[in-house]
């Protein structure tokens, strides 16, 4: 423990940049696992809500509308919704800013059908059906915002991979070089213990904690931003909406874990790829 302080003491800018490094790719890492906490839980409120909504044209009838739709055959039943019902459910999402709802007042919002349907798993035909029927001017149903996000998701995922493939490369070849700067400036020290009985592997061990403490530091720093991200954005919002987010604590705290695991990892194995040949011919 001392000689692997000592070692990051010597190598205190190298070691700082490769903890920096570490941090970035964990905290990238954190943030990926939080958003797909995050869409898992929308996805599961968009499929709650198997109604679909239609908005009539002002210019026709929508109790007309109405009594059409309920004698289709896939509808179970519809209710109609006015502008002011439609108003009263918004509410919830503006409290606090009721001056922005009050610009809602004045719009032409017109009214809509809710409807609910018999068989969910013929939704894309019903859709396509209601948007040739006369009268229809929207049609509005749950799988519209689920492809959006999901859209959405897998963009974001999939640039997100690529992020934290590159930064958590970079935090590998940056302790990598940090182990071998600091094998080189102490070959000697190295020698002498060798020389005077010290298995390899022991020595090896010395260089092995600087990586690992170096990359649990990176590790710690990242899930502690992930915690505060966690205290201080998600629980508000969590709070705010709880009938679509659910961030457990016990999943922030498992998720907390799994970054100390794995950037830890990226230190130890970084200065064992470091170590092999270095220590094998000194």
Aim: glycine letters at 6%; proline letters at 2%.
């Amino acid at each position: 423990m001392r000689d692997a302080r000592e070692g990051i003491q010597r190598n205190a800018g190298a070691a700082a940049t490769a903890a920096a490094l570490i941090f970035a790719a964990m905290l990238i890492l954190g943030g990926l696992l939080l958003v797909r906490i995050g869409i898992t839980d929308i996805m599961s409120y968009v499929q709650a809500q198997v109604n679909i909504k239609v908005y009539v044209d002002p210019a026709i009838d929508t109790r007309e509308v109405a009594r059409i739709l309920e004698s289709k055959s896939f509808v179970k039943s519809v209710d109609i919704e006015k502008k002011e019902q439609l108003l009263e459910r918004l509410r919830v999402f503006f409290q606090g800013k009721e001056y922005l709802l009050n610009a809602f007042k004045d719009s032409a919002i017109p009214d809509a059908v809710t409807i609910k349907i018999s068989d969910n798993n013929s939704i894309e035909q019903i859709v396509k059906e209601l948007r040739t029927m006369k009268g229809i001017a929207e049609v509005v149903y749950p799988q519209q915002l689920a492809e959006t996000v999901v859209k959405w998701s897998e963009q974001g995922k999939r640039y997100g991979v690529i992020l934290l493939t590159v930064c958590t490369a970079i935090a590998f070849v940056t302790v990598y070089m940090a182990i071998n700067l600091a094998l080189y400036q102490r070959q000697k020290e190295i020698r002498v213990k060798l020389l005077l009985g010290a298995k390899p592997a022991h020595v090896r061990g010395q260089f092995l904690l600087e990586g690992g403490l170096i990359g649990l530091i990176g590790s710690l720093l990242a899930s502690a931003t992930i915690y505060m991200g966690y205290a201080y954005m998600l629980f508000p919002i969590e709070r705010y909406y709880p009938y679509i987010f659910h961030f457990p604590v016990s999943q922030v705290y498992s998720l907390m874990a799994v970054l100390l695991a794995v950037g830890t990892l990226v230190g130890l194995a970084a200065s064992y790829v470091s170590t092999m040949k270095l220590i094998k011919d000194a």
